[in-house]
T-cell receptor, first 112, second 114 residues
């Protein structure tokens, strides 16, 4: 039972354009969501997070949007840069339960 | 400061052998997690340690898997009688004891069971 889903295994975007990565979840108990970025042979690194009391969180070029009614979140990267090429994982946790449930990841490739 | 470290970085073993994977969390982090990533899959939660509390073992796939955390710091994940399906990257993460704290991951141990 995949509680966090990333339905696009890969995405290619031209440098300078907007990259939009999507994530859906099924567990209504999830109240904290995170995006991690992973380069080959490295562990995931934290990118940005959002609490369920918000619908948007912005950090530089990265913005995460949360639509609770649709159980959907998205990560926007503007403008996209070649160094953004990596695998992006969406993760979620429920209040009082600190383990993270991860999606399967989306491989983002930025085309110069 | 130093991040989360894991050893070995790569481990090749024969089916049926036991393996031990080590994780050194960030100093001062009270929470420690083990995950694994099989080929083409997301990160799968295995076990979670928080301070002196009993660990959350709900993600361990079988009784061949066990983990311990000594002195609230270093953790060892042990897989007994390894099977080919155990081949994966095993990732360790740590976080401070703060609600909603993000987890910091180590580079992982790539385990290959022949």
């Amino acid at each position: 039972d995949q509680q966090v889903k990333q339905n696009s295994p890969s995405l290619s975007v031209q440098e300078g354009r907007i990259s939009i990565l999507n994530c859906d979840y099924t567990n209504s108990m999830f109240d904290y969501f995170l995006w991690y970025k992973k380069y080959p042979a490295e562990g995931p690194t934290f990118l940005i997070s959002i609490s369920s009391i918000k619908d948007k969180n912005e950090d530089g070029r990265f913005t995460v949007f949360l639509n609770k009614s649709a159980k959907h979140l998205s990560l926007h990267i503007v403008p996209s840069q070649p160094g953004d090429s990596a695998v992006y994982f969406c993760a979620a946790s429920a209040f009082g339960n600190e383990k993270l449930t991860f999606g399967t990841g989306t491989r983002l490739t930025i085309i110069p | 400061g130093a991040g989360v470290s894991q050893s070995p970085s790569n481990k090749v073993t024969e089916k049926g052998k036991d393996v031990e994977l080590r994780c050194d969390p960030i100093s001062g982090h009270t929470a420690l997690y083990w995950y694994r990533q099989s080929l083409g899959q997301g990160l799968e939660f295995l076990i979670y340690f928080q301070g002196n509390s009993a660990p959350d073992k709900s993600g361990l796939p079988s009784d061949r898997f066990s983990a311990e955390r000594t002195g609230g710091s270093v953790s060892t994940l042990t897989i007994q009688r390894t099977q080919q399906e155990d081949s994966a990257v095993y990732l360790c993460a740590s976080s401070p004891r703060v609600a909603g704290a993000k987890q910091f991951f180590g580079p992982g141990t790539r385990l290959t069971v022949l």
